[in-house]
């Protein structure tokens, strides 16, 4: 069974850091890019970030581009998403997904998704 399993939500207040990782289990996502997006309450599901398979092109949302920083450890199978300079409207569910296809994350769409982890921006 494939599963993207998200990790290190939590609270924190703002101007604070937090970093989730992305464990994937059941296949290699090794040749597949990887992102992350979220879904504060009342809100639509929103692009966040996304990494290329072999980790040399990136894209951000504009609200995170300077802040956020994407990884991806393809030995361990794993995604990384450094958030720092946390705000209150960073407040959402975060969610990791995988496809085959960089362009597709970037436009919200993935074969695979996680089950999301919380996080809480204090003010």
């Known amino acids: 069974q494939v599963q993207l399993v998200e990790s290190g939500g939590g609270l924190v207040q703002a101007g604070g850091s937090l970093r989730l990782s992305c464990a994937a289990s059941g296949r290699t996502f090794s040749s597949y890019a990887r992102g992350w997006f979220r879904q504060a309450p009342g809100k639509e599901r929103e692009f966040v970030a996304a990494?290329?398979?072999?980790?040399?092109?990136?894209g951000y949302a504009d609200s995170v581009n300077g802040r956020f920083t994407i990884s991806r450890d393809n030995a361990k199978n794993t995604v990384y998403l450094q958030m720092n300079s946390l705000k209150p409207e960073d407040t959402a569910v975060y969610y990791c997904?995988?496809?085959?296809?960089?362009?597709?994350?970037?436009?919200?769409?993935?074969?695979?998704w996680g089950q999301g982890t919380q996080v809480t921006v204090s003010s």
């Open positions: 990494i290329s398979w072999t980790g040399d092109r990136t």
């Open positions: 997904a995988a496809d085959q296809i960089f362009s597709r994350l970037a436009s919200g769409r993935a074969n695979y």
